[in-house]
Structure formats: C-alpha cells, structure tokens
Nanobody, 124 residues
Framework: QVQLVESGGGLVQPGGSLRLSCAHSGFSSSQSRSSLGWFRQAPGKEREGVLCISSSEGITHYLDSAKGRFTISVDNVQNTVYLHMNNLKPEDTAVYYC???????????????WGQGTQVTVSS
C-alpha cells in the first residue's frame, strides 16, 4: 500500500525558509521509475504543481514563481522527498502536497497517490 506523509509546514516570516519532507512507503523511488512531485493549493484557488523529480527527467519546474527559490531533492535511503523553500513570500501560503506517479514521468502530470498535505503560512 502506497502512503505519503508530509511534514515540516508552519508559520514563517516573509523572506524565511522552510524544508518540507514527504516520507513515502509502498514503492521504491529508486527502482520503480516513479516521479515524485510537490503541489500546493491556496485558499480559493486551484491546486498547482510546484516541482517534480524523476530519474529519467531530473527536476521539472511547474511553477515559474518558484524558480530560483524552491528546489526538490530525494533521499532514496530514507524514502523521503524534500521541498526546500527559500525567500518565502506571502503568496506562497498554501497547503503543500506531495504525490507520486508510479511508472510515469513528471511530464505525464498523472499522479496516482497523494499525501494529506501540510500547511505553510508566510506572514509577518
């Protein structure tokens, strides 16, 4: 059974940093040719992709406003994917979700399993 559990959200001041973690189980990110992605949904807005990573594509940027500020990394030993966020802005406030696309590329945008989300609030 595939499970994804996000953590690391919280309240941060503008210009601050956070690292979100997504611990996954039920598949091997290093062996399954899966893609791991981060998404977010702000109040009253649709969910949007942030970043994705796969062994075949490397890193895929979905969100132009995150370029140069956010990055994604994977620890295949700990079965965890991270979202590193720097220079956070109030408009980054959202619930952040991780997701996995099993045997699919980031470009497919077809994610099979989702975590429950973690709240990030950027405010002074």
């Amino acid at each position: 059974q595939v499970q994804l559990v996000e953590s690391g959200g919280g309240l941060v001041q503008p210009g601050g940093s956070l690292r979100l973690s997504c611990a996954h189980s039920g598949f091997s990110s290093s062996q399954s040719r899966s893609s791991l992605g981060w998404f977010r949904q702000a109040p009253g807005k649709e969910r949007e992709g942030v970043l994705c990573i796969s062994s075949s594509e490397g890193i895929t940027h979905y969100l132009d406003s995150a370029k140069g500020r956010f990055t994604i990394s994977v620890d295949n030993v700990q079965n965890t994917v991270y979202l590193h966020m720097n220079n956070l802005k109030p408009e980054d406030t959202a619930v952040y979700y991780c997701a996995v696309a099993i045997f699919k590329r980031c470009a497919s945008n077809e994610f099979d399993y989702w975590g429950q989300g973690t709240q990030v609030t950027v405010s002074s």
